[in-house]
T-cell receptor
Framework: GAGVSQSPSNKVTEKGKDVELRCDPI?????LYWYRQSLGQGLEFLIY????????KSGLPSDRFSAERTGGSVSTLTIQRTQQEDSAVYLC?????????????FGPGTRLTVT | GNSVTQMEGPVTLSEEAFLTINCTYT??????LFWYVQYPGEGLQLLLK?????DKGSNKGFEATYRKETTSFHLEKGSVQVSDSAVYFC??????????????FGKGTTLSVSS
């Protein structure tokens, strides 16, 4: 079956511009996560959605970052007024539930470069 | 807070050599432990997991045992192949962690196997 998909695969933007990154989770998965993978910081958790509950935003690095999940499926991560330190690979993962032992299935990521 | 520490790489081995990648963790609750692998040009995928103390996860010839007394989850393989060349990430999810079951990752260890 189809895995987690993300778009675009690559995005180059100028400092100060806004960007939107999209994630399509595996159908039926109720939990959705965003992570960021950068050379300096490794893999960091950003935000977590579980069903229709309010998202946990505790990992977002600043108020320039926001995310939404429409209809319990597709999610969009928005970065406003991008900075060079936002350059990273943004990964989305989904899981059939939020149980701690459940596997998270990762998408291929969006590589963001801020010039 | 919760954290994962894994050995720095890169690890360079000849084919059929024995592999150990060390991983230790700090957690306030009762975490589940994971090893994820990222092959060149591919997304993160689960290699193996263990959800309670003394459990052994295994897959593709890799093994790791959840050792609560030493807070460790070392990855081992008896005979590595060139196709095992990848980046390996140790991770935990802790039911007491505020962000549900978001994964906390180690920095990753790059394994390079030559023939």
């Amino acid at each position: 079956g189809a895995g987690v998909s993300q778009s675009p695969s690559n995005k180059v933007t100028e400092k100060g511009k806004d960007v939107e990154l999209r994630c399509d989770p595996i159908s039926g998965h109720t939990a959705l996560y965003w992570y960021r993978q950068s050379l300096g910081q490794g893999l960091e958790f950003l935000i977590y959605f579980q069903g229709n509950s309010a998202p946990d935003k505790s990992g977002l690095p600043s108020d320039r970052f926001s995310a939404e999940r429409t209809g319990g499926s597709v999610s969009t991560l928005t970065i406003q007024r991008t900075q060079q330190e936002d350059s990273a690979v943004y990964l989305c993962a989904s899981s059939p539930t939020s149980g701690r032992g459940h596997e998270q299935y990762f998408g291929p990521g969006t590589r963001l470069t801020v010039t | 807070g919760n954290s994962v520490t894994q050995m720095e790489g890169p690890v360079t081995l000849s084919e059929e050599a024995f592999l150990t990648i060390n991983c230790t963790y700090t957690a306030t609750g009762y975490p589940s432990l994971f090893w994820y692998v990222q092959y060149p040009g591919e997304g993160l995928q689960l290699l193996l997991k263990a959800t309670k103390a003394d459990d052994k996860g295994s897959n593709k010839g890799f093994e790791a045992t959840y050792r609560k007394e030493t807070t460790s989850f070392h990855l081992e393989k008896g005979s590595v192949q060139v196709s095992d060349s990848a980046v390996y990430f140790c991770a935990l999810s802790d039911r007491d962690y505020q962000a549900g079951t978001a994964l906390i990752f180690g920095k990753g260890t790059t394994l390079s196997v030559s023939s």
